[in-house]
């Protein structure tokens, strides 16, 4: 008995690795998809000791050394110093970790709730539940998402987790009209049909039948996304509407910065250039994704 | 010289698990005004033979190891591309399985027969039609393939037609080209048995009157009896046997050909055998020798260690079997 | 006498389209005894697709009745009780799409054991390993497989052994092997009258495949637009078919061989183009093509009439408008 189980097991797992490398060899045939990876691994990494690889942890936080404000990149400070004397390196590679929060909290809040719905709508194609779903979708979609957050910040008072949950507010539809239009179309296969017939209960069809065939474009979309929303919280911070200084922020860094331009470049650009580098390797990565997902034809 | 001849053809895929070895030396031979069936189940090769000699296999992930493809006696793969659309606009057309996916849904019939028509006489030694001569052209084309109304079938979009009319269009579409070659790849399996047998017995009737070769490819037994005159079984990317239809049929003698034969249904009512032992083989890596020994009920040391030739086993019938060997 | 398993009485399942309303199924009747292998055979707008989804509950009838054991089943399947969702099932046409192409072969068997609660959950592994053996796959290679990586007459196989799963009674095959190799249909076919006898079932087989019918079933029941045409046991139904549009069916069966050419009828070769179910020709539906046709065939809709023990007609030509 004993040992059946532990066989099961044992074929499960075979074959779960076989998968995985199947899946590396597809993504890992465009070098550029690795590269993105390897950037995104470098990125978190540092992130997440930060606290330990960073010349000078101090500087993310209430730190002010007015003597040695405004200089240019050398040896000591690589990216140089800002207005008030803090390390604009140590402060980027700080400012990633706010930069990837967001990302993770409102991909983790926005897209769950989208893709339970797109799923319940596409089960009930054709009913008033549908309907009803997808109108309310349309409604959210039709607002523009810079406004709809900026109006959201600004009404409750400007700070990082309600930047979040602004965002987060936005992004749900966009997951419930991709799951929609992929289970819709899966709804009337012979694989659905049998798992009703059979007398599966709904919620087994919507997550145990449906939900694995909506993977794919989900895990694509979400890691393109978190281009997007990091490039959004950038925005809002740069306008004033995200973390509060001293927290640092790659936006707000942006726009402080941007007054000094061009005679002290350093500050300004250095954390540009951060954000362009995680969005690019978010979309690199994410084109990865998409190979390996892609149905080959023999 | 034979109108078209496959010679040692082999085509393998690369894909992430390796090399598929699919077509290994396949032979064909179509003779001008001859009528010719490949009969074969999935996976045997038929579909890449076809691609190949229609020069459309997607390269990569295929790629043709080695072999000739030779029309006229001049080989296909080696062609130019001008050469090629020569051919495909003089010379050859096809007929596939599934109407749906051969017409475009957003033109009308009329309009796709009126291209075809203007673009077979385009090229090279230009001929110059009048409208309404095109027109009469198309119109007499949808007749011939017995369609009712054509005058208002030119007028439809393929969606509104039923299955049988819209592979009515593609034949019309692949005869009003007074083509020499026509590859008919499973015309009618996605029809229903009775328009099946009115289809068929109009492509008989017209490559007959045209005199022009066909080379029709199949997994139905029955069809080939009735529209050909000679027959090739394939089997894991070889033709393991070729004859005169009829003499075929009625005594195969490779043992996947038997094993065929015995596995279908026969409306005498003898009941059906268990199919053919095991399973098609993994194209990764594929059996020594003969392909087929793994599954033989006749296997012999021989048959493990090299891939047997035709052997003759009748008048004009070849098998490729040890067990005729003289 | 054995009780009926399966009586449709008067079916008969009307869709709403653009077009208008289409009769798919206009009132048929028919009786399956248990252990019957009972052919539908029909071509495009027959109906025999939409009579097993009604059966099995795809939709709910528009009227008549079905009865399963005696027990009226004629609704929606989300209305049915689940003992007889467990009694009562189906093998879909495509192999490719009904299984699930994201979930290994050892998920999809699970589904109806959980469902239904066969045995406890340690021994459901065994009994799915038991399930693919009785369908001669190799348990322990295909349990961790993924559909794409069988082949079609296999993932047919696997579907089998999930429509067994449950032990039914009777169970539907939607033209199981219409889309695969003969050899391959060979094998699944020798194994499905092997099952039949050893776990008394019952099977009705929709198909087009008249040949096969002929080897397989012991009746055969031929549809066209709706109606059923011909009902009878199969040697019967070969060697004497009836209705014109059987031996319409029978004259166009691509055969192999001399012997079989001379017994089909020859008289019926195939003409016209099947109506579509939204334009029905009045009358008996078959006229517009029938060789046999009369003078009132384009007027009168015949009944169905049992001319032979066990063999029923639909046509006029057979008796007069007054019964004969």
Same mark, same amino acid.
């Given at each position: 008995m004993w040992q059946e189980k532990r066989a099961d097991l044992a074929a499960s797992?075979?074959?779960?690795?076989?998968?995985?490398?199947?899946?590396?060899?597809?993504?890992?045939?465009?070098?550029?998809?690795?590269?993105?990876?390897?950037?995104?691994?470098?990125?978190?990494l540092a992130t997440g000791l930060a606290s330990y690889i960073t010349p000078y942890p101090a500087h993310a936080g209430p730190y002010t050394n007015f003597k040695a404000a405004g200089q240019p990149p050398s040896w000591e400070h690589l990216f140089g110093t800002d207005r008030i004397g803090r390390d604009v390196f140590t402060r980027v590679i700080f400012g990633y970790r706010f930069s990837l929060l967001l990302g993770i909290v409102v991909l983790g809040l926005g897209v769950a709730p989208g893709v339970i719905l797109g799923l319940i709508a596409g089960y009930h194609r054709g009913t008033w539940v549908e309907t009803t779903i997808m109108r309310v979708t349309d409604v959210f979609l039709a607002v523009p998402p810079l406004v709809l957050a900026l109006a959201i910040t600004a009404m409750l008072t400007p700070s990082l987790l309600n930047e979040m949950f602004a965002i987060a507010l936005l992004w749900w539809p966009?997951?419930?009209?991709?799951?929609?239009?992929?289970?819709?179309?899966?709804?009337?296969?012979?694989?659905?049909?049998e798992a009703e017939f059979?007398?599966?209960?709904?919620?087994?069809?919507?997550?145990?039948?449906?939900?694995?065939?909506?993977?794919?474009?989900?895990?694509?979309?979400?890691?393109?996304?978190?281009?997007?929303?990091?490039?959004?919280?950038?925005?809002?911070?740069?306008?004033?509407?995200?973390?509060?200084?001293?927290?640092?922020?790659?936006?707000?860094?942006?726009?402080?910065?941007?007054?000094?331009?061009?005679?002290?470049?350093?500050?300004?650009?250095?954390?540009?250039?951060?954000?362009?580098?995680?969005?690019?390797?978010?979309?690199?990565?994410?084109?990865?994704?998409?190979?390996?997902?892609?149905?080959?034809e023999v | 010289m034979a109108l078209l001849e496959v010679k040692d053809l082999c085509v393998g895929y690369r894909i992430f698990e390796g090399h598929l070895r699919v077509l290994n030396r396949a032979r064909l031979e179509v003779d001008s005004g001859e009528r010719v069936g490949l009969v074969g189940e999935t996976g045997c090769g038929k579909t890449t033979t076809v691609k190949s000699i229609l020069r459309v296999l997607p390269i990569p992930p295929a790629e043709v190891a080695s072999g000739e493809i030779l029309y006229r006696g001049a080989d296909i793969l080696r062609m130019s591309h001008r050469g090629i659309r020569d051919l495909r606009r003089r010379e050859m057309t096809a007929i596939f399985q599934d109407p749906l996916q051969s017409l475009n849904p957003m033109f009308t019939v009329g309009t796709q027969l009126r291209d075809i028509l203007k673009d077979s006489m385009g090229g090279r030694g230009r001929g110059r039609l009048s409208r309404r001569e095109i027109e009469a052209r198309c119109i007499a084309a949808l007749h011939e393939t017995g369609m009712p109304?054509?005058? *208002?079938?030119?007028?439809?979009?393929?969606?509104? &037609? !039923?299955?049988?009319? *819209?592979?009515?269009?593609?034949?019309?579409?692949? &005869? !009003?080209?007074?083509?020499?070659?026509?590859?008919?790849?499973?015309?009618?399996?996605?029809?229903?048995?009775?328009?099946?047998?009115?289809i068929l017995r109009k492509l008989d009737e017209l490559v007959d009157e045209k005199g022009t070769s066909v080379l029709i490819i199949t997994h139905s037994m029955g069809v080939v009896r009735d529209l050909t005159q000679r027959m090739y079984i394939m089997y894991a990317g070889t033709m393991v046997e070729t004859g005169r239809t009829k003499d075929l049929l009625a005594a195969p003698r490779h043992p996947y050909t038997q094993g065929l034969m015995e596995s279908v249904p026969r409306l005498t009512g003898v009941g059906i055998s268990d199919g053919i032992p095991g399973r098609i083989p993994n194209y990764l890596d594929p059996p020594s020798g003969c392909r087929f020994h793994p599954r033989c009920i006749h296997v012999m040391p021989v048959c493990k260690e090299t891939v047997p030739e035709f052997f003759s086993v009748g008048e004009g019938h070849v098998a490729a079997c040890y067990l005729y060997r003289s | 006498m054995p009780e009926s398993i399966l009586s449709v009485e008067n079916l008969t399942k009307c869709f709403p389209t653009k077009q208008g309303l289409v009769r798919a199924i206009d009132g048929i009747s028919f009786v399956m005894a248990p252990g019957d292998t009972l052919g539908l055979v029909g071509e495009s707008g027959s109906g025999k697709t939409t009579t097993a989804q009604c059966i099995v509950g795809m939709y709910p009838p528009t009227s008549g009745d079905i009865l399963f054991k005696g027990e009226t089943i004629g609704a929606a399947f989300n209305r049915r009780p689940k003992h007889v969702k467990g009694d009562l099932r189906i093998v879909f046409q495509d192999p490719g799409s009904s299984l699930n192409p994201k979930r290994t072969i050892k998920q999809i068997l699970s589904v109806p054991l959980a469902v239904h609660r066969v045995g406890t959950s340690r021994?459901?592994?065994?009994?799915?390993?038991?399930?693919?053996?009785?369908?001669?796959?190799?348990?322990?290679?295909?349990?961790?497989?993924?559909?794409?990586?069988?082949?079609?007459?296999?993932?047919?196989?696997?579907?089998?052994?999930?429509?067994?799963?449950?032990?039914?009674?009777?169970?539907?095959?939607?033209e199981p092997t219409s889309a695969l190799d003969v050899s391959v249909q060979a094998k699944i076919i020798n194994l499905l009258i092997r099952l039949r006898r050893e776990l008394n079932l019952t099977y009705l087989f929709i198909t087009h495949d008249l040949s096969l019918m002929r080897n397989v079933a012991s009746r055969v029941a031929i549809m066209y637009l709706g109606k059923l045409c011909e009902i009878a046991p199969t040697v019967e139904f070969f060697e004497h078919p009836v209705h014109p549009y059987t031996k319409m069916l029978l004259s166009s069966i691509p055969v192999v061989s001399d012997e079989e050419e001379a017994l089909k009828p020859h008289k019926a070769i195939s003409k016209g183009e099947i109506p579509s179910p939204v334009n029905i020709p009045p009358g008996c539906s078959f006229h517009s093509r029938c060789s046999e046709r009369g003078d009132f065939c384009a007027e009168l809709d015949p009944e169905m009439r049992e001319i032979a023990p066990g063999h029923v007609v639909r046509c006029n030509q057979r008796y007069g408008p007054e019964g004969e």
């Open positions: 797992f075979a074959l779960r690795r076989r998968s995985l490398a199947k899946g590396w060899y597809k993504f890992s045939r465009n070098p550029l998809s690795v590269v993105g990876l390897v950037a995104l691994v470098v990125i978190v966009w997951y419930c009209r991709l799951v929609f239009a992929v289970s819709s179309s899966m709804r009337n296969q012979f694989f659905i049909r059979s007398g599966a209960s709904e919620a087994h069809i919507l997550f145990r039948e449906m939900l694995p065939n909506c993977l794919a474009p989900i895990l694509t979309k979400m890691t393109l996304d978190m281009g997007i929303v990091i490039l959004l919280g950038a925005s809002l911070s740069f306008v004033g509407l995200g973390a509060q200084p001293p927290t640092p922020c790659l936006g707000t860094m942006v726009a402080d910065g941007a007054k000094r331009l061009p005679g002290e470049w350093w500050s300004t650009i250095f954390p540009a250039l951060a954000i362009v580098l995680v969005i690019l390797a978010f979309n690199l990565v994410g084109d990865g994704l998409r190979d390996v997902f892609a149905v080959e | 109304d054509p005058e *208002r079938i030119m007028h439809n979009y393929p969606s509104q &037609l !039923s299955g049988g009319m *819209r592979q009515r269009v593609c034949i019309a579409e692949a &005869l !009003s080209r007074e083509a020499q070659l026509l590859l008919a790849d499973e015309p009618t399996t996605n029809l229903d048995v009775t328009i099946q047998d009115q | 021994d459901r592994l065994a009994r799915m390993k038991a399930l693919l053996e009785m369908v001669e796959l190799p348990a322990d290679e295909y349990l961790y497989k993924y559909p794409q990586a069988i082949g079609g007459g296999e993932k047919q196989m696997v579907a089998l052994a999930r429509a067994l799963a449950t032990n039914p009674s009777l169970v539907l095959l939607d």
